[in-house]
């Protein structure tokens, strides 16, 4: 294996420090010149191609592809720019993590471009800030987004607790009077 070459790859010798169940590890010199530690079933399978560059520069690539405003020049993004391109993600992206609690849910990106966005929801006022949907169960859209603190979201992700909560006593109710109504109507007609 020493001296093979995966993509951009070439492996210079195994590691003596890393291995697992799964099988054992090589060092690897990428062509970008970064050093790093692949797994064998990485770079058989085909998974592993470089240190990590290559999905850098696509990611940057296409990146610059689809956008035309000043927010995202030569891989530097904006943190408005960020935040526009992880929820989009967090929505139209099944591999993500979290997209369980977004797409996965129904939750749509809706606005068309990062352009509208932006006139919409206006530059981050301080850093630290994450973009907050101010309904938790609506989409990513106009009138649903601003820039909240962790402690914001994670109260209007407890109200919406409640109100789930409520939601499901009020359908309760609703069908203890519809049951009612029928009992009512039933015995009127055998009156
Ligand atoms: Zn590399």
């Known amino acids: 294996m020493i001296g093979k070459k995966f993509g951009r790859l070439t492996i210079l010798r195994i590691s003596k420090e890393k291995h697992d169940r799964r099988g054992a590890f090589f060092v690897c010199r990428c062509a970008c010149g970064n050093e790093c530690t692949v797994r064998r079933d990485g770079l058989t399978s085909g998974h592993a191609k470089s240190c990590g560059c290559l ?9 610059l592809k689809r956008t035309i405003h000043g927010d995202c020049r030569r891989g530097k ?55 907050d949907r101010i309904n938790n ?15 914001e979201q994670c109260r209007n992700r407890r109200k919406m607790k409640v109100s789930k909560r ?20 039933l015995r009127s007609q055998s009156l």
Not at 55 to 63: L, M, P
Not at 85 to 110: E, M, Q, T, V
Not at 112 to 129: A, D, N, T, Y
């Open 55 to 63: 999905q850098r520069e696509a990611a940057t690539k296409n990146c």
């Open 77 to 131: 993004r904006t943190k408005e720019f960020r935040s526009f391109c992880s929820a989009k993600d967090r929505c139209s992206n099944p591999n993500i993590k979290d997209w369980h609690r977004y797409g996965g849910r129904g939750i749509k990106f809706l606005f068309v471009s990062f352009k509208q966005f932006l006139s919409h929801i206006g530059r981050m006022p301080h850093p630290g800030l994450t973009l």
């Open 137 to 151: 169960e609506g989409h990513y859209e106009i009138g649903n987004v601003r820039w909240a603190t962790h402690s």
């Open 166 to 185: 409520m939601l499901a006593a009020l359908r309760i109710n609703i069908k203890k009077a519809q049951e009612a109504l029928r009992l009512k109507r």
